[in-house]
């Protein structure tokens, strides 16, 4: 490489760098967010489980196991599930012209779905879908910060998400997946609603994680709508 190819490559670095910083934060690249609905009580859930876990540390990808209840009644009970990831669920059917939920379904960036089960399913829905394109998000010094952006509807909600990051074996001895160990990835264990962003650049305090989970904040139109930004640590 010419010595003015090497200072024209250093001059475009910190020009990308100064892009990525406003007013000393530094945001993260934009995420594509892949949510997966899933049940240890449904005996077609495996294939896309081990699919969410192909692509989990792809680059840019923020791949989430939303445990549901709604199959607890054949037997054995989700040891995950939480009846607010049912909802965030059910919310999202009617904007997917779905007419109810269904396991497994991935679901990314809060507009575009897909059974999930299927090889290369969900890396095919990652690639037509992209990634967010909504306003700047960061997770640092224990503040979120969101930068100024549309708020389709005139206002978002922000969301935190505390998951356990990694793969996670759960033997299940009753129901349709009697005998079976079964793996997920990236499992969510809570999901709260911190408050709203309506356009204009905002930060919000983001409480301390406990249990050694990870974090993660969803900056998404109410209702089951777009998510319009994501940040991760």
């Known amino acids: 490489m010419t010595g003015f190819n090497l200072k024209r490559s250093a001059m475009l670095a910190a020009a990308g760098a100064a892009l990525m910083t406003l007013g000393g934060t530094a945001f993260a690249q934009p995420l594509t967010v892949v949510e997966l609905f899933t049940s240890q009580g449904c005996s077609s859930c495996p ?133 079976r160990t079964l793996p997920h990835a990236n499992v969510v264990h809570s999901l709260t609603k911190l408050g709203s962003w309506s356009g204009d650049a905002t930060s919000l305090p983001l409480p301390a994680a406990s249990g050694g989970l990870s974090t993660a904040v969803l900056v998404q139109s109410p209702g089951g709508g777009p998510i319009l930004a994501a940040a991760a640590n």
Do not use: C, M
């Open 47 to 179: 294939p896309a489980n081990a699919n969410l876990i192909r692509v989990k540390d792809q680059p840019n990808v923020l791949a989430l196991s939303f445990n549901v209840t709604y199959w607890d009644y054949l037997g054995w009970k989700d040891t995950f599930g939480r009846e607010e990831f049912t909802q965030r669920q059910v919310r999202y059917e009617p904007s997917l012209g779905r007419s109810g939920p269904f396991t497994p379904q991935v679901v990314v960036n809060g507009d575009a779905d897909a059974v999930g089960a299927a090889p290369g399913e969900i890396e095919q829905l990652i690639s037509s879908s992209g990634h967010t394109k909504g306003p700047s998000l960061s997770l640092d010094g224990g503040k979120i910060t969101i930068g100024a952006g549309s708020a389709p509807g005139g206002k978002a909600d922000v969301w935190l998400v505390r998951y356990n990051k990694g793969v996670i074996e759960v033997p299940v001895a009753r129901g349709e997946n009697t005998g």
